[in-house]
């Protein structure tokens, strides 16, 4: 019995993959599969009335084939993230560009040597403030508050601590207008940080704080060193990280700016 190739096509995998399922099912065919590095070939086994025995109809190549399908999956792979990503901008659209665009607020002591003053009893008082960056100027950082979310002292030992804060607590604005709590910031703003008084019946550093909790262990008295950790929040803001100041104080006083920064110290660490 002879044998002879009737046909052998190459051609588009478009038809043939929208075509698979009729040929599977066609009556006395067998269909059979040789996958290798290159070819992917269909067999079609029957006899002719003519003698002939072998139909072979050949593939594009698999890696033709295997390329199609997978353009096919990453075009419905992104089909999906972009239908996502519209429902997220629908609901959460300003939260989102905030987030990536919006303001971004740091902060930083305003100086070491403090601003010394008298009050109105003729006290004097060193005040320290911290400065709020808008880093983004062209977009204005609205009802901004800064608030101190954390707070450690350090132990004997030489650890630091952390003490409880029932809930935040937000720094004075400076200066302060009547009732004023948020302040929309366009470049930077300024706020009370603390304050030291030079005579007082338990001297020590006061943070200035706008509500002082019954239970405060914020003050920084003589040989002690606290840490705070403070973060500009508002309604269009997304600080990346808090900054802790480290506030300590050995006891002594003087009028002089410049050495009294030598005694009551405040700098920037990493962590509580």
């Known amino acids: 019995m002879k044998q002879r190739v009737v046909e052998t096509v190459s051609e588009n995998p478009h038809f043939y993959c929208r075509s698979m399922h009729a040929l599977v099912c066609t009556a006395g065919w067998l269909f059979q599969f040789q996958t290798d590095r ?57 939260r989102v560009k905030d987030y990536f665009l919006g303001p971004r607020l740091t902060l930083s002591l305003v100086s070491e040597s403090g601003d010394l003053t008298r009050r ?14 808008n880093g983004k100027r062209r ?10 979310q954390g707070m450690s002292k350090r132990a004997p030992s030489g650890t630091f ?48 704080v706008l509500l002082v909790p019954n239970n405060f262990h914020g003050y920084v ?11 500009a929040t508002g309604q269009n803001v997304f600080s990346l990280k808090p900054t802790v100041f480290e506030v ?7 009028q002089n700016q410049e050495e009294m920064k030598q005694h009551l110290v405040i700098r920037t660490v990493s962590s509580l």
């Open 38 to 94: 290159h070819t992917w070939n269909l067999y079609h086994i029957r006899d002719m009335p003519d003698g002939s025995r072998v139909y072979q109809c050949q593939l594009q190549s698999l890696r033709h084939v295997m390329c199609y399908q997978s353009m096919d999956t990453l075009a419905s792979i992104f089909t999906a993230i972009g239908t996502v990503a519209v429902a997220i901008l629908a609901i959460w659209g300003d």
């Open 120 to 133: 109105a009893n003729g006290v004097s008082v060193y005040y320290y403030h911290l400065r709020v960056t």
């Open 139 to 148: 977009l204005p950082a609205v009802a901004v508050r800064v608030i101190v």
């Open 161 to 208: 601590v952390q003490r409880p804060l029932v809930y935040p607590l937000q720094l004075v604005w400076t200066p302060m207008e009547p009732g004023e709590v948020e302040r929309t910031i366009v470049q930077n703003s300024t706020c009370d940080f603390g304050f030291l008084d030079e005579t007082a019946n338990e001297q020590a550093f006061h943070p200035a």
């Open 221 to 231: 008295k003589t040989n002690q060193c606290v840490r705070f950790e403070v973060v």
């Open 248 to 254: 300590s104080w050995d006891g002594r006083w003087t």
